[in-house]
């Protein structure tokens, strides 16, 4: 069994910065793609972005082109998303998902086996 451990997070004031990290433990597949989603209080799952294995394709959501980035370092087994221009509708709870299946459908929930337990994200004025 794969795990997921989130760390960063927190509180942001609007147009902070954060960093979030997803590291792999456990039974590491040889290749793996990863996604973060969030959700945010009383809304529906929201994909934020994917990364293939090598790292060389990723996908991020239209709203959050040009402010967030994903990232991954496999020798360390993590993947980061860094968060610019936070908004506060950007407060929600974010957990990275692992698939090692095909990468394709990356904005689906369900392509993911492994999921992490969250860290929130709290923007405030």
């Known amino acids: 069994q794969m795990e997921l451990v989130q760390s960063g997070g927190g509180l942001a004031q609007p147009g902070d910065s954060l960093n979030l990290s997803c590291v792999a433990s456990?039974?590491?597949?040889?290749?793996?793609?990863i996604a973060w989603f969030r959700q945010c209080p009383g809304k529906e799952w929201e994909f934020v972005a994917a990364?293939?294995?090598?790292?060389?394709?990723?996908h991020l959501a239209d709203s959050m082109k040009g402010r967030f980035t994903i990232s991954r370092d496999n020798a360390r087994n993590t993947t980061y998303l860094r968060l610019n221009g936070l908004k506060p509708e950007d407060s929600a709870i974010y957990y990275c998902?692992?698939?090692?299946?095909?990468?394709?459908?990356?904005?689906?929930?369900?392509?993911?086996?492994?999921w992490g337990r969250g860290t929130r994200v709290t923007v405030f004025s």
């Open positions: 990364i293939n294995w090598s790292g060389g394709s990723t």
């Open positions: 456990g039974r590491i597949f040889n290749s793996y793609s």
């Open positions: 998902a692992a698939s090692v299946g095909p990468y394709h459908s990356v904005t689906q929930p369900t392509r993911y086996q492994f």
